[in-house]
């Protein structure tokens, strides 16, 4: 199967869509698949033996810690030329969207999928008065595929709600080797506690943006003088968050790729996620593997990944009491452990191979819904 991927983000950018698109690649062109990737120009032209083409980019005021691709003709030449069996569309919004118009002008079978809630963003930046537009913008574009899916149940849910018909949830997968218990880094822990045994450690790894909620965890700093916090990841709010943190044990670590992302997910006394703006928070899952216990605040893509008190620890967001209750657990060696083994036991489950082969049937699919439509046009015709 021939594939063309187009997306607003990817490689060597850091957040969960370019994880799984990531993996996706390598495990499509490994099975004998013919995949190329058209996303923002970052730097690459090739990821492990996939083609990227690297279109043009901007900035935002808003967001300007990452560049943006924009709309582009050259989807088009470079679809004419590669010849896809299917395009795929991720998170069609801006470069994205090319795909969409493209793929239809082309008549190409088409899927889109719906990964970063939008809407639910402009709540944390004031500007919560666009969403009936936002969410026409979105309709839009997701309703002109063959196919559409999205990365959660919960999701899938509300965009069929919105009049956005959804097909299906795309599958999670895990590193499992690479996400691990024995990337447990003792030197790491040391520095990250400063020195002190007495100290815990919990870790955030994510993108720093106002809808993640991280200065929520700034209050558990005035209960217990004992937490250390080290927060892994960059994004337009690190400033500010800087200033919320200063005079704490609060550690910013800035982005970590490969071995040294390993290591920061695998150290600490326990892994926590104060973001109820996922549309799935992929690294709930990678945490677990990590085997690292998960104190995350409720959501429903949330509670999808953890059984409460089994698999991981659940809080409700705003509510302080409730995250020290829920960080309070880290005194209990037995529950931690616990969680710990079940939750990488639970994670085991989602393999990159499993998830690639569901993802190639969202392809199939995607191609025998284009012929049967197509085929009835020009019955009709």
């Known amino acids: ?75 088009k030449s470079i679809f004419k030329k590669f010849k896809p069996d299917v395009v795929h569309a991720v998170n069609p919004i801006s470069l994205a969207s090319s795909a969409v118009h493209y793929a239809n002008k082309l008549n190409l079978p088409l899927i889109t999928s719906y990964h970063t809630h939008l809407p639910n963003y402009l709540d944390h930046y004031n500007m919560s008065l666009f969403k009936p537009v936002l969410w026409d913008y979105i309709r839009f574009w997701h309703t002109k595929s063959d196919v559409n899916i999205t990365v959660s149940q919960s999701l899938m849910d509300e965009l069929n709600d919105e009049k956005i018909p959804t097909q299906g949830v795309l599958p999670r997968g895990i590193d499992i080797e690479g996400r691990h218990p024995e990337y447990f880094d003792q030197d790491l822990y040391n520095k990250l506690t400063d020195n002190n045994p007495n100290n815990k450690l919990l870790v955030y790894v994510g993108r720093l943006a106002p809808e993640k909620d991280i200065d929520h965890l700034r209050a558990i700093f005035d209960v217990r003088d004992d937490l250390c916090l080290a927060i892994v990841g960059d994004g337009p709010d690190r400033e500010r968050l800087e200033e ?138």
């Open 1 to 75: 199967m021939r594939i063309a991927i187009v997306t607003e983000t990817f490689v060597p950018a850091t957040d969960g869509i370019c994880t799984r698109l990531a993996n996706f690649v390598v495990q499509l062109k490994e099975i004998g698949h013919e995949v190329i990737v058209i996303s923002p120009d970052l730097g690459i032209s090739d990821y492990k033996g996939v083609p990227v083409y690297g279109l043009e980019t901007v900035t935002f005021p808003l967001y300007g810690s990452r560049p943006w691709g924009l709309p582009s003709r050259r989807v």
């Open 244 to 381: 919320v943190f200063a005079g704490t044990k609060t550690h910013f670590l800035g982005f970590k790729h490969g071995e040294d992302l390993s290591k920061a997910f695998a150290t600490g006394d326990a892994f926590v996620f104060p973001s109820t703006s996922e549309t799935f928070g992929l690294v709930i899952s990678e945490a677990m593997a990590s085997g690292i216990p998960v104190i995350a605040a409720k959501s429903e893509p949330t509670v999808e990944q953890i059984t409460d008190m089994e698999t991981g620890l659940i809080y409700e967001s705003g509510n302080n009491k409730s995250l020290m209750d829920a960080i309070n657990n880290i005194d209990n060696p037995l529950l931690m452990q616990k969680l710990s083994l079940k939750g990488r036991s639970e994670a085991l489950k989602y393999t990159w191979d499993n998830a690639t082969l569901e993802l190639l049937d969202f392809y199939s699919q995607t191609i025998e819904a284009h012929q049967y439509k197509y085929n009835g046009i020009r019955k009709q015709a």
